[in-house]
Nanobody, 124 residues
Framework: QVQLVESGGGSVQTGESLTLSCVASGYTASSLCMAWFRQNPGKDREGVAQ???????FVADSVKGRFTVSLDNANSTMSLQMNSLQPEDTARYYC??????????????????WGQGIQVTVSS
């Protein structure tokens, strides 16, 4: 069983930065396929970025060049560095994981384990 706990959300102004963290327990983060998703009420959950156990990353076009996903193996933590935040980045952000990467990197059906989510609000 994998438990995921997100932290680091909050409210910022347009152009500012935030870093989200997801601590994995049950398995070390470096042994998992992990990803970030985001969702607004009434909308589909959107894939943001993935990192696999070899450290390879995949980032959605909508955030490429602004968001960076990384792993801190020592602390079993996946992070999402978000720069130049825009109002359209406002969403609840979810950490997701599975024991292997399968299917498209940002297909939500490819992940069994999910965190509770954390809110990010960007105001203009």
């Amino acid at each position: 069983q994998v438990q995921l706990v997100e932290s680091g959300g909050g409210s910022v102004q347009t152009g500012e930065s935030l870093t989200l963290s997801c601590v994995a327990s049950g398995y070390t983060a470096s042994s998992l396929c992990m990803a970030w998703f985001r969702q607004n009420p009434g909308k589909d959950r959107e894939g943001v970025a993935q990192i696999d156990s070899d450290g390879r990353t995949f980032v959605a076009d909508s955030v490429k060049g602004r968001f960076t996903v990384s792993l801190d193996n020592a602390n079993s933590t996946m992070s999402l560095q978000m720069n130049s935040l825009q109002p359209e980045d406002t969403a609840r952000y979810y950490c997701a994981a599975d024991l292997i990467c399968q299917g498209h990197a940002l297909y939500r059906g490819g992940y069994v384990y999910w965190g509770q989510g954390i809110q990010v609000t960007v105001s203009s």
